[in-house]
T-cell receptor
Framework: ETGVTQTPRHLVMGMTNKKSLKCEQH?????MYWYKQSAKKPLELMFV???????ENNSVPSRFSPECPNSSHLFLHLHTLQPEDSALYLC?????????????FGPGTRLTVL | DAKTTQPPSMDCAEGRAANLPCNHS???????VYWYRQIHSQGPQYIIH???NNETNEMASLIITEDRKSSTLILPHATLRDTAVYYC???????????FGKGTRLSVIA
């Protein structure tokens, strides 16, 4: 039990669909992250939220739209995706205090875009 | 871009110590060395971190050279379940995100 849950675990969608990925952390953390991992590539940071505010957008295309309604929940809204967006999408959270360093990752959502 | 250099792959016999090296020659004085691992298609898992001193926990030991330009992660008795990609990352403390490189793919062989 990592304390970070992601739903759904697997998602298949067409290029014209709209879907959302959900992440929830039960650890009382105040920062949340979205990462993307394409096949045979390193994890890429997408977005960072601190205290519900977006503090980093790593040049992510607008077809990916994050939402952080509170410190425990993070969403990634998807629309008009491309097949090359097929990847493992990972959510993580961390506590904001200096000296407390560990990021906890969820199990990921395996996305396939047809 | 990742600030670390790791060998792409390593093998280790089950029950033996696995020593995974990492070079971080441009590390700054306030940057920590972190190690994470990712078992196939799962989320990365924190292993250990350190600043200057060597560190040990229930999973591994971290040896940092005196000049801090390199480090070694030691899994004292590798098991088949330790087969994973191991990432060495340097970053400052707090809510700064992790920047992942390609890591080292460790294969533990029976």
């Amino acid at each position: 039990e990592t304390g970070v849950t992601q739903t759904p675990r697997h998602l298949v969608m067409g290029m014209t669909n709209k879907k959302s990925l959900k992440c929830e952390q039960h650890l009382g953390h105040n920062a949340m992250y979205w990462y993307k991992q394409s096949a045979k590539k390193p994890l890429e940071l997408m977005f960072v939220y601190n205290f519900k505010e977006q503090t980093e957008n790593n040049s992510v295309p607008s077809r990916f739209s994050p939402e952080c309604p509170n410190s425990s929940h993070l969403f990634l809204h998807l629309h008009t995706l491309q097949p090359e967006d097929s990847a493992l999408y990972l959510c993580a959270s961390s506590q904001g205090s200096i000296g407390y360093n560990e990021q906890f990752f969820g199990p990921g959502t395996r996305l396939t875009v047809l | 871009d990742a600030k670390t250099t790791q060998p792409p792959s390593m093998d280790c016999a089950e029950g033996r110590a696995a020593n995974l090296p990492c070079n971080h020659s441009t590390i700054s004085g306030n940057e920590y060395v972190y190690w994470y691992r990712q078992i196939h298609s799962q989320g990365p898992q924190y292993i250990i971190h350190g600043l200057k001193n060597n560190e040990t926990n229930e999973m591994a030991s971290l040896i940092i050279t005196e000049d801090r330009k390199s480090s070694t992660l030691i899994l004292p008795h590798a098991t088949l379940r330790d087969t994973a990609v191991y990432y060495c990352i340097v970053k400052i403390s707090g809510n700064t995100p992790l920047v992942f490189g390609k890591g080292t793919r460790l294969s533990v062989i029976a």
